[in-house]
């Protein structure tokens, strides 16, 4: 096998002002310098994009660094070992590792995982089995606190994680599993995955949408979206409900400051516990997480749904359209 002495790259080109353009990125053709003891060259074969990546579009502090500009960007990938200085990774191993958005990857050794695909495609290291699926299964045990007989609600619940809370919450004995989506499609498609009801928020207020699909008031709320959904959940939510706040998708290319849910004021009646978390802070369940997981997958209880992109070159577009909605389950490139 050539080793290649070249790779395309995605870089940041400009910080979006709201809704992200693809002027805001740029493909580039640069050198790969040869290995260092203890290095692995990787030749990317699935990337993931996902909605977190867009506050790392922002120069502000957060949990995680901002992307740099005229760098390329990073992200979740899989791909084979192509070239190897480690005893420990050797070519043709499988692997998933941290520097997507590039065809190829080098690494040291120790900031790559090998993974298995005899039972499992490598994507879903991507989606069930990776950062979104913990981030599910941890937002409901151990931020929401789910319990049995909890009647449950999430929003953007057609995503890579919001697809996954509601298929974990009936497994694990939630009495009503009700999920908002954004198109006659997905909530099609929820009700396929068990989900009690549904519905799609371009039909109305979404506190009007929630009332009728939970008569009886809700337990946990997990928030992928934020806004208008947040508020309807807590004019939902029964005394001592809990949310797990994951994201606010509905906010994140706005250009002006979010107002909070005109009904906070509610949460101090309710006894209501609004808890904010990421997955990293989990990261002590992923063993826990992963076992369960496979164990539901092989037994066909979770079904999984990814929507694919082909190329480098589709990957910012992909990115955008995911902030738009485009995708059913989990957005991937492969390359």
Request: with cysteine; proline share 5%.
């Amino acid at each position: 096998m050539t080793t290649p002495t070249t790779t395309r790259q995605v870089v940041l080109a400009s910080r979006p002002q709201g809704w992200p353009t693809g002027d805001d990125f740029r493909l580039e053709t640069v050198d790969l310098p040869e290995l260092a003891d203890g290095q692995v060259l990787v030749r990317n074969t699935a990337m993931s994009v996902d909605p977190y990546m867009r506050g790392r579009m922002n120069d502000v502090k957060s949990y995680v660094p901002p992307f740099q500009l005229d760098q390329p960007l990073d992200g979740a990938a899989v791909g084979e070992v192509v070239a190897s200085r480690s005893d420990s990774v050797p070519v043709g191993a499988r692997v998933l590792h941290g520097l997507g958005w590039r065809e190829h990857a080098i690494l040291p050794a120790d900031r790559v995982t090998a993974i298995d695909t005899s039972r499992v495609s490598e994507t879903a290291y991507l989606g069930v089995l990776g950062m979104p699926g913990l981030t599910a299964y941890a937002g409901l045990t151990a931020v929401a606190e789910l319990r049995e007989g909890d009647a449950v609600f999430v929003s953007g619940a057609a995503g890579a994680v919001g697809s996954l809370v509601g298929q974990i919450a009936r497994l694990m004995g939630a009495s009503r599993v009700v999920g908002s989506a954004g198109s006659p499609d997905k909530v099609r498609r929820l009700l396929d995955l068990g989900f009690d009801a549904a519905f799609d928020y371009h039909d109305g207020p979404v506190a009007d949408r929630l009332r009728e699909a939970a008569p009886d008031g809700i337990d946990v709320y997990f928030d992928n979206v934020g806004g208008e959904h947040l508020e309807a959940a807590i004019g939902r939510l029964n005394v001592q409900g809990r949310v797990a706040m994951c994201g606010a998708i509905a906010q994140y290319n706005s250009t002006e400051p979010t107002p909070a849910p005109r009904n906070l004021a509610l949460a101090i009646g309710k006894q209501l516990t609004l808890r904010g978390f990421i997955a990293g802070s989990y990261s002590h369940l992923a063993e826990e997480f992963r076992g369960r997981m496979t164990e539901w997958i092989a037994a066909g209880e979770i079904s999984v749904d990814e929507t694919r992109r082909e190329g480098l070159d589709a990957a910012p577009q992909a990115f955008i359209d995911l902030m738009r909605g485009a995708n059913t389950g989990k957005m991937v490139v492969t390359l």
